[in-house]
């Protein structure tokens, strides 16, 4: 069975850094892109990026292209999604998804809530 | 970056009926559309693919449609449990892979 289980909830000030993390398993890791959404409270999806854990090849989404840095280990089969400087504005739930090709997502992970607050 | 736009972005239906939901890109994206569901508090799910495809488990009820840049989602006869919030998204080119706005399926 297919599985991608996120860390837990974070709560951050602004400034502050964060690296959450979505391990995969009943799936060969290293054979599929997988992509972080971002949701903020209330709002649409967003798509973020996506890395091939093979190879580390990354594309972002030009909107959170310099934001984030979205990386992997595939020797624990887990990809993380990281900030160096959180804003109020980062905010919002984020999924991690397993992705068809680089194309669209058959597998979510439940979703890690980042709440940025002074 | 391809928009993609989702009509209505509210809907009011009762159980029982014929729902359709209308996506339109910003440029041809030859089928390249997927379609999900999410409930309140939980991760979306995928229905359809390739605009039409019908994901593993997913009813028959649900059912996709379109080319170019218009697509449409139809929910044949609506049941209680897919009072929820849709989402087309596009994967046509390079990324990023845009989502509509999204479109809330309420009960009537």
């Known amino acids: 069975e297919v599985q991608l289980v996120q860390s837990g909830a974070e709560v951050k000030k602004p400034g502050e850094s964060l690296k959450i993390s979505c391990k995969g398993s009943g799936y060969s890791f290293t054979s599929h892109w997988i992509g972080w959404v971002r949701q903020m409270p209330g709002k649409g999806l967003e798509w973020m990026g996506i890395i091939y854990p093979g190879d580390s090849n990354t594309r972002y989404s030009p909107s959170f292209q310099g934001q984030v840095t979205i990386s992997a280990d595939k020797s624990i089969s887990t990809a993380y999604l990281q900030w160096s400087s959180l804003k109020a504005s980062d905010t919002a739930m984020y999924y991690c998804v397993r992705h068809v090709a680089d194309d669209y997502g058959d597998y979510w992970g439940q979703g890690t809530l980042v709440t940025v607050s002074s | 970056d391809i928009q993609m736009t989702q009509s209505p972005s509210s809907l009011s239906a009762s159980v029982g009926d014929r729902v359709t939901i209308t996506c339109r890109a910003s440029?041809?994206?030859?089928?390249?559309l997927a379609w999900y569901q999410q409930k309140p508090g939980k991760a979306p799910k995928l229905l359809l693919y390739?605009?039409?495809r019908l994901e593993s488990g997913v009813p028959s009820r649900f059912s996709g449609s379109g080319s170019g840049t218009d697509y449409t989602l139809t929910i044949s006869s609506l049941q209680p449990e897919d009072f929820a919030t849709y989402y087309c998204q596009q994967y046509y080119s390079t990324p990023p892979r845009t989502f509509g706005q999204g479109t809330k399926v309420e009960i009537k």
């Open positions: 390739a605009a039409s």
């Open positions: 440029q041809g994206i030859s089928n390249s």
